[in-house]
């Protein structure tokens, strides 16, 4: 079991900017792809991105795709998420996860990933 802790959420104008974080405890994450997701109020929870455990490749929903960055530290077991350019579509709880070697599911797919952590809330105003 890995605990996540997600962190960085806000208030921002659109346009503007954050980072999230994505700190664990209990087992280091380089050996383990992580994911974004977010979810807004009555919306199923979205994918947003990964990152994969070997070379750091990171892949995105076409939605958030050339706004968003995951990166990864794997010295501080610390997953980010940098969001640029946000617009007010954007606003969720975002959440960070593990993923599992359940290969029958896609990396796109919440049933791939365990762990959640409790998400940070982010809004963006319009």
């Known amino acids: 079991q890995v605990q996540l802790v997600e962190s960085g959420g806000g208030l921002v104008q659109a346009g503007g900017s954050l980072r999230l974080s994505c700190a664990a405890s209990?087992?280091?994450?380089?050996?383990?792809?992580m994911g974004w997701f977010r979810q807004a109020p009555g919306k199923e929870r979205e994918y947003v991105g990964h990152?994969?455990?070997?070379?750091?490749?990171?892949y995105y929903s076409d939605s958030v795709k050339g706004r968003f960055t995951i990166s990864r530290d794997n010295a501080k077991n610390t997953v980010y998420l940098q969001m640029n350019s946000l617009k007010p579509q954007d606003t969720a709880v975002y959440y960070c996860?593990?993923?599992?070697?359940?290969?029958?599911?896609?990396?796109?797919?919440?049933?791939?990933?365990?762990?959640w952590g409790q998400g940070t809330q982010v809004t963006v105003s319009s």
């Open positions: 996860a593990v993923m599992i070697g359940l290969h029958t599911k896609g990396p796109r797919d919440a049933a791939r990933y365990s762990d």
């Open positions: 209990g087992r280091t994450l380089s050996s383990y792809g």
């Open positions: 990152i994969a455990s070997g070379d750091g490749s990171a």
